[in-house]
């Protein structure tokens, strides 16, 4: 019989267990369980958040890692493949979960929720804060990366109005809703920026994009603009964001992401108006546990016939 430890923070190692047959299901819930159980698995299921590379000395040859998260980019590709672990990440598990997240941000933003759940809680019905608020119809909406999240924000922000465009790498092999003359290469991002009053970040954390949201970005975007981030917290270069904050080069910000998190209690993130911050649970739901087991149920059958295990990264 197989066995999978799962370390998570939510309760997926029941609806895991109640879902297979002839696995045994290890519910761990410290390093510790996990370093106790893991020579004795096949299996590993768990988060960037929950990782550590103590965990490595840990696997054997044929360990199968299935990440709960899209982005990969905290796990140790490299010594995966160099022990033989195959390692499969849970992409197209948040699509829906992560573009509604990002337009609960981008309206959050834009209809001044925060300084009117203020007012809630002091039982204030001043109606000043909505002559601070904007409309989004028939403004510029940027998808910064166009994959499976980036394609399903842009689906959505053209039934709200949006003119929308969008950014990826290999444009030619893109094959989405949006018209290919709005689609464009990474290369041609600033050219698009003049004109952008929502910047929406869906990208990996790669080489490539660490701080790829510098200063630059912020001083060619119009002061009307936001910027909402549910890509990783990396992406953005966040002394450079709260400087273009605090000189008014952009209007506000909506962050599921953040360089460090938890985000650290003295950040001036947490207090400013202009910025709405949420503890990355872009992806949660409250059928996390549902959608996430018949992701993993699919991939435990194709492991055990020996087939191709689907979002296999290593």
């Given amino acids: ?73 905290a796990f ?54 909505g002559d601070e608020m904007w409309l989004w119809e028939g403004r510029r909406m940027t998808v910064f990366g166009l994959g499976n999240i980036g394609e399903s924000v842009a689906r959505r922000a053209r039934a709200f109005g949006f003119e ?18 709005r689609v464009v290469a990474t290369e041609r991002f600033y050219d698009l920026l003049p004109e952008t009053e929502l910047l929406v970040l869906t990208v990996p954390l790669t080489d490539e994009t660490r701080h790829v949201i510098d200063a630059s970005v912020f001083e060619a975007l119009p002061d009307s603009a936001a910027v909402v981030n549910v890509a990783r917290g990396p992406v953005v270069d966040q002394d450079a964001l709260l400087a273009a904050l605090e000189a008014g080069e952009i209007r506000g910000a909506g962050l599921d992401v953040f360089e460090d998190e938890p985000l650290p209690e003295g950040s001036p993130l947490w207090g400013r108006d202009d910025t709405v911050v949420t503890p990355h649970v872009g992806g949660r739901s409250d059928d996390f546990s549902v959608r996430f087991t018949r992701l993993f149920v699919d991939n435990y059958r194709r492991w055990r016939a020996g087939e191709s295990l689907a979002n296999r990264i290593v």
């Fill in 1 to 73: 019989m197989s066995t999978a430890v799962i370390y998570h923070d939510t309760p997926i190692a029941s609806t895991v267990r109640e879902a297979t047959d002839g696995l045994t299901v290890v519910a761990a819930e410290s390093d510790a369980d996990v370093r106790d159980h893991l020579a004795d698995a096949d299996i590993f299921v768990t988060n960037p958040q929950n990782w550590t590379d103590d965990f490595l000395e840990s696997l054997s040859a044929g360990t199968w890692i299935q990440s709960t998260s899209i982005g990969y980019d």
């Fill in 76 to 129: 140790p590709l490299a010594e995966f493949a160099d022990r033989g672990v195959t390692f499969t990440n849970a992409e197209t598990l948040h699509d829906t979960a992560v573009s509604e997240h990002a337009f609960a941000l981008a309206f959050a933003l834009s209809r001044r929720l925060g300084p009117l759940f203020d007012n809630q809680r002091r039982r204030d019905w001043s109606r000043r804060v």
């Fill in 164 to 181: 929308v465009y969008g950014v990826k790498r290999t444009p030619s092999i893109y094959s989405g809703v949006l018209p290919p003359d």
